[in-house]
């Protein structure tokens, strides 16, 4: 059974920090491209950021860039995002996904989601 499951998300003031992480199960991580998506209220699902399965090249959205970084430890099965500078706008629910091509970017192009973790910026 494939699993992906998020955690470290939460209540946190603006200019904050938050590290989330997502532990997959069920299938080899190492053969998958990693991507974190975020749903904001009102929003659609937006891709955040993603980490290669081959290279560990990284990508990440312009409204991100800077601030947030993605990492991956194949010998844990874990995929981590660790988010500095957070704004109010980073409010959302945050979602790890898996997918077989290199690299993604889009919802359709997942395989495997978990399911979600609330990220709330505010004082």
């Known amino acids: 059974q494939v699993l992906l499951v998020e955690s470290g998300g939460g209540l946190v003031q603006p200019g904050g920090s938050l590290n989330l992480s997502c532990a997959a199960s069920?299938?080899?991580?190492?053969?998958?491209?990693m991507g974190w998506f975020r749903h904001a209220p009102g929003k659609q699902r937006e891709g955040v950021s993603c980490?290669?399965?081959?290279?560990?090249?990284?990508y990440y959205s312009e409204s991100v860039k800077g601030r947030f970084t993605i990492s991956r430890d194949n010998a844990k099965n874990t995929v981590y995002l660790q988010m500095n500078s957070l704004k109010p706008e980073d409010t959302a629910v945050y979602y790890c996904?898996?997918?077989?091509?290199?690299?993604?970017?889009?919802?359709?192009?997942?395989?495997?989601w978990g399911q979600g973790t609330q990220v709330t910026v505010s004082s």
């Open positions: 996904a898996a997918s077989r091509r290199l690299v993604f970017s889009t919802d359709r192009e997942a395989d495997y």
């Open positions: 069920g299938f080899t991580m190492g053969d998958y491209a």
């Open positions: 980490i290669s399965k081959n290279d560990g090249s990284t």
